[in-house]
């Protein structure tokens, strides 16, 4: 009779857990990346265009 060896079973499924682990880990950071170049971006796109209401507002442009 033959005996299977479990440890190389085992190390073999701890190592796909990792690497799914890692994978999953670095799909996150990119996502929060993403999010937070969008956000950025946004934010400066508001305090730009909020800039120039305001600069408008105080040269009485307003009608």
């Not at 085992?10 to 670095?26: N, P, T, W, Y």
Request: some cysteine; hydrophobic content about 35%; proline content about 2%.
């Amino acid at each position: 009779m033959l005996k299977q060896s479990p440890s190389r079973n085992q190390r073999s499924k701890g190592f796909k857990v990792k690497h799914a682990l890692q994978m999953f880990l670095l799909l996150a950071i990119c996502i929060w990346l993403l999010y937070q170049l969008k956000h950025s971006h946004d934010k400066k796109a508001y305090e730009e265009s909020s800039a120039k209401i305001s600069g408008k507002m105080q040269n009485g442009h307003e009608k």
